[in-house]
């Protein structure tokens, strides 16, 4: 099986021609080179685009073996920028209630534990549906899309 089989290519070589092993092996090994090339390519386009939203206060590394072990690194960055931007919706979220003069009893509101997770799944999606709004509010030219992140309780 060739490797690049696993990656979900398939080569045919030329059955138009003369059978030359070698050059039938050098074909291939072409193949191969620029299916690995192109897919690093797109593997740094794609690594660069992260690391902008990640870390935007950091340059991102010139050579690509470094920015590729930022997004390895024992730490997970995409588990610490989930949890900055959780912290971020929750403060934009109270600024919001607070801008509209509701009375809210954030007390109680932070301390609503023993709620179990089949219940604050129910609240979550039902929350859904005002989302589109508020975010219309903070950021206008994402109001457009519609939220489809999953609803889950950690």
Excluded at 46 to 51: C, G, P, Q, T, V
Excluded at 62 to 75: G, N, P, R
Excluded at 123 to 145: E, H, I
Aim: charged share 30%.
């Amino acid at each position: 099986m060739l490797a690049a089989e696993k990656l979900g290519e398939q080569f045919t070589l030329n059955e138009d021609r003369e059978e030359d092993p070698l050059l039938d092996s050098l074909s291939l090994l072409e193949m191969n080179c620029r299916l690995a090339r192109n897919g690093l390519a797109y593997a740094r386009r794609s690594f660069n685009r992260l690391f902008k939203h990640f870390f935007p206060k950091s340059e991102a590394p010139e050579k690509f073996e470094a920015l590729a072990k930022v997004f390895t690194a024992d730490e997970d960055p995409a588990l610490n920028y989930r949890r900055a931007a959780t912290k971020t919706g929750v403060e934009v979220s109270i600024a919001l209630a607070m801008a509209s003069g509701e009375k809210v009893d954030w007390d109680k509101v932070s301390s609503c534990r023993g709620t179990t997770k089949d219940a604050m799944t129910a609240f979550l999606k039902s929350a859904k549906k005002y989302s589109k709004k508020m975010v219309a509010v903070v950021d206008p030219s994402s109001a457009t899309s519609t939220s489809t992140a999953h609803t889950e309780v950690p």
